[in-house]
Nanobody
Framework: VQLQASGGGLVQPGGSLRLSCAASGFTFNQYAMSWVRQVPGKEFEWVSSIRSPGSSTMYADTVKGRFTISRDNAKSMLYLQMENLKPEDTAVYHC???????????????????????WGQGTQVTVSS
């Protein structure tokens, strides 16, 4: 399994970025995927998840209304469109694969890292003026 995130960079507060994640080595359309982020020295923070099969999504309260997760199963690609970025969004963003086949969570406000078996090296997002 390989998960390669890209698209990060330096952006001013209020700006936008689109992250991409290229997935390989597994049947992409049969697994839910997530974006998680990490600030050095701190634990991973769940950002958003998207189901497959199906297209249900869920977001952390801190990004709801500003971030949009999507996927292209034909291309084995995961995306995160980030709008109205804030300095507190600064982190390394990783795409993560759910451990269980066709698994999804309902009615949760957070997704624990134990739900994932793989995540990539990540892409740095820095929000600063």
């Amino acid at each position: 399994v390989q998960l390669q995130a890209s698209g990060g960079g330096l952006v001013q507060p209020g700006g936008s970025l689109r992250l991409s994640c290229a997935a390989s080595g597994f049947t992409f359309n049969q697994y839910a995927m997530s974006w998680v982020r990490q600030v050095p020295g701190k634990e991973f923070e769940w950002v958003s998840s998207i189901r497959s099969p199906g297209s249900s999504t869920m977001y952390a309260d801190t990004v709801k209304g500003r971030f949009t997760i999507s996927r292209d199963n034909a291309k084995s690609m995961l995306y995160l469109q980030m709008e109205n970025l804030k300095p507190e969004d600064t982190a390394v963003y990783h795409c993560a694969k759910f451990r269980k086949y066709r698994h999804w969570l309902v009615g949760v406000s957070n997704v624990d890292m134990k739900e994932y078996d793989y995540w990539g090296q990540g892409t740095q997002v820095t929000v600063s003026s």
